[in-house]
């Protein structure tokens, strides 16, 4: 098999397939024009966000059987086209499930503590005891939306805060647990205090937090979201905040970020919604990062060589 590495990926994941009958070749300082000029000769390619996988591009590489994908999203990846193809798609969301997880909690605990601009504070020396005081999880309904890898994972770490986890999946039954309520989005809406996302970016998630949607919940709500950026529209959000629907917001995603996920904000025309965020004492932000750590990339890569390497092997 022969695999071109279009984009960065860890180090085991090449030390795993060594003697492997694999022949890689590094293409990761290729320009996409020279990538698709030679794509044709590969059998397979590994990528992360880098650039799109179009049609036209899996058109230009007749020998592709498969696509290794470093992390979980496959929106840039035409995945109708690769099935029709019968190209397989690997991704290896169980490698950062654990991270994401940790990641969701860290920001909803940060938030209700005000725990990030407390520390601002003291490190300006001011010493704000009263109007830094926060909030306890403990009680508090967290509604998961999406339970997959990521959403399970968030349950999971839920477990020894007292809360009551409620989860709903449009295409997944009988996941409920002692501690987690299998439920409909009529009764998250009822009763949700905290609402957290982990769904994929589709025709059918985009922009699925809306004004109507944020509309229904009985209760004022915290948002997270660990997911993907245009999963939520960031006006709506704000108007939501502004007329106390939302009283606080956990962003790891922007809808604002470029397909790379690498260059997020353009500083020099920052848009209305965004400024807001940014200037809230209710928001916490990160440049999507959940699933960001040392030991998730290695997971990946692990998990990533294996699926490769059991297709290789049929």
């Known amino acids: ?12 994941f090449i030390e795993n397939l060594q003697g492997k009958k694999i022949a890689l070749t590094d293409g990761r300082r290729w320009d996409e024009e020279t990538i698709a000029q030679r794509i044709a000769d590969f059998d397979g390619i590994v990528i992360k966000s880098r ?45 950062s499930r654990d991270a994401v997880g940790e990641h969701a909690l860290a920001m909803l605990l940060s938030l209700l503590t005000n725990l990030t601009r407390a520390h ?15 909030h306890e999880l403990k009680g508090k309904t967290v509604a998961i939306i999406g ?4 959403g399970s994972a968030m349950a999971e770490k839920l477990a020894g805060f007292g809360v009551n986890v409620l989860a709903y999946d449009k295409y997944k039954k009988d996941f409920g647990t002692a501690h987690v309520k299998e439920v409909s989005m009529p009764e998250i809406f009822e009763q949700a205090d905290v609402l957290s996302l982990h769904v994929p970016l589709t025709k059918e998630t985009t922009h ?18 660990t997911a993907r950026g245009m999963v939520v529209n960031t ?9 106390d629907k939302v009283t606080g ?7 604002y970020e470029s397909t790379s996920f690498e260059n997020a904000i353009d500083t020099s025309a920052l848009p209305a919604p965004l400024q807001y965020l940014l200037q809230s004492d209710h928001a916490v932000l990160s440049p999507h990062i959940a699933g960001w750590t040392y030991e998730s990339d290695r997971k990946i ?14």
């Open 1 to 12: 098999m022969k695999l071109l590495l279009i984009d960065n990926i860890h180090h085991a």
């Open 147 to 150: 339970y997959g890898n990521m």
């Open 249 to 255: 917001v956990c962003l790891d995603v922007l809808e």
């Open 51 to 95: 650039m799109a996988v179009t049609r036209q591009l899996i058109d230009s590489a007749p020998r592709l059987q498969v696509i290794v994908r470093n992390g979980v999203g496959t929106e840039h990846i035409d995945m109708a086209y690769c099935e029709q193809m019968g190209i397989e798609v690997l991704t290896a969301p169980e490698g």
């Open 120 to 134: 601002m504070q003291v490190r300006e020396g001011k010493w704000n005891r009263e109007p830094n005081r926060g």
């Open 301 to 314: 890569a692990e998990a990533l060589a294996a699926k490769l390497l059991a297709i290789f092997s049929k």
């Open 208 to 225: 699925m937090v809306n004004d109507a949607y944020l509309a229904r919940f009985a209760k004022p709500i915290i948002l997270i979201n």
């Open 235 to 243: 006006q709506h959000l704000v108007d939501a905040m502004q007329a």
